[in-house]
């Protein structure tokens, strides 16, 4: 099944490997300065101690969480428009946990520290549960979607025991975005992250960029592959991104409602902090804006059937949504937790070019995988529709 996928890719799919191939070298540059360095090479400190590396750990937990949104109406409501994308959600799950545990194996420094959780578990620590949760959905994904893949391959009927894996992974998607949640939130300390909305809207905010993403993701593999996931997917796919949109943003609105209107001095700070600054620290206000006018631009466009329902508006408002959130969960939400400090003052940080060359090596990873599923998912799609077994 390797070999074949493998065999029938053309050369611009190599050239496009060969240069997130160059990209992952960078990282791992990048990577070999900082282990042999220290963390004293990025921009976090004693006060901000969780900046992009978390962010993006917590931004692809729910882009994991969101093959669910596939998986769940074509299992469990016999959806069959979703049939030909049920894969993609699952591979697209894989790789982004894989991403998860990169971003959290960069950000401990030293990489055998990673061990400590294994040989020392703490089952009272909401950490050692959030690498239960995740690793147990990485591994229910790749076998369910393998599996599947290889039944479709060989044409035979999948074995029976596939599907209650895979009505095990429906509930255990909620639960690894919630527990990621719960790490915030259960942190008494950081008044920015203690609230009982981070959880939902943590969900929301996934259920929003996930179909965003699968719809882009089919788009491309339309136009660069000739796999069609058909438009009935596409359009019902574009209409949960819209629901989860609209929740998202009404969630983050009744944040500042909250904090505003009762006054609440330090959830105010990191919000202020974002959108105008406070005490001289800036160094988020741009994002923010663009995370607010991406987040608009997003809603008019989804909301308003006929941009909806245009292929070309449909990827301007997707593409919106998954940079807007990006931008929210990816660094601002974690850096927010740590203004003010508790000494009521503000410190600044920014991502260190050592830090963006990591990060950067791990997204050029993970499209690396991505690749090579999808190039294999297309393949046995082609030959399962010539009747090659």
């Not at 996928?5 to 490997?17: D, H, I, S, V």
């Not at 900046?51 to 299992?75: D, E, K, N, R, W």
């Not at 292929?311 to 990006?326: K, N, P």
Request: net charge positive; with cysteine.
């Amino acid at each position: 099944m390797l070999e074949h996928a493998w065999n029938e890719t053309g050369p611009r799919f190599k050239a496009w490997l060969a240069a997130l191939l160059l990209l992952i070298g960078i990282g791992g540059f990048c990577y070999s300065i900082q282990l042999g360095t220290g963390l004293g090479v990025t921009g976090m400190s004693r006060d901000v101690s969780w900046g992009l590396y978390i962010g993006q750990f917590t931004f692809f937990v729910g882009v994991a969480a969101s093959a669910v949104m596939v998986v769940l109406p074509y299992y469990l409501h016999d959806v069959k428009v979703f049939g030909r994308i049920t894969v993609v959600g699952e591979f697209l799950a894989v790789t982004a946990v894989i991403m998860c545990i990169l971003f959290i194996l960069v950000d401990l420094g030293m990489p055998s520290r990673l061990l400590n959780i294994m040989l020392y578990p703490s089952p009272g620590s909401v950490l050692f549960w959030d690498m239960v949760v995740l690793n147990g959905y990485f591994f229910l994904n790749l076998l369910t979607g393998w599996k599947v893949l290889e039944a479709e391959y060989t044409g035979i009927k999948a074995p029976d025991w596939v599907k209650p894996l895979i009505y095990i992974a429906i509930p255990w998607a909620f639960s690894i975005h919630t527990v990621t949640a719960f790490i915030y939130s259960g942190i008494p300390g950081r008044d920015f992250w203690l609230t009982a909305l981070t959880a939902p809207k943590f969900l929301a905010s996934a259920f929003a960029t996930g179909p965003a993403l699968l719809i882009l993701i089919s788009l491309a593999l339309r136009r660069f592959t000739g796999f069609d996931a058909g438009q009935e997917a596409v359009r019902r796919l574009s209409i949960i991104v819209t629901y989860a949109m609209s929740i998202t943003v009404f969630m983050i609105l009744a944040e500042f409602f909250t904090a505003f209107y009762s006054q609440v001095p330090s959830h105010m700070y990191a919000l202020k902090y974002f959108f105008v600054g406070l005490y001289g620290g800036n160094s988020f206000v741009l994002i923010s804006w663009i995370f607010a006018t991406l987040c608009l631009l997003a809603l008019i466009l989804l909301l308003n059937p006929k941009t909806r329902g245009d292929e070309t508006w449909l990827t301007v408002a997707c593409a919106s949504t998954f940079i807007a959130l990006a931008i929210e969960k990816g660094i601002s939400f974690t850096v927010g937790g740590f203004i003010t400090n508790p000494f009521g003052r503000v410190t600044e940080y920014w991502p260190t070019a050592v830090e963006v060359g990591i990060v950067v090596g791990i997204w050029a990873l993970g499209a690396f995988l991505l690749s090579l599923f999808y190039s294999l998912f297309v393949t046995v799609k082609r030959r399962s529709e010539r009747g090659i077994a």
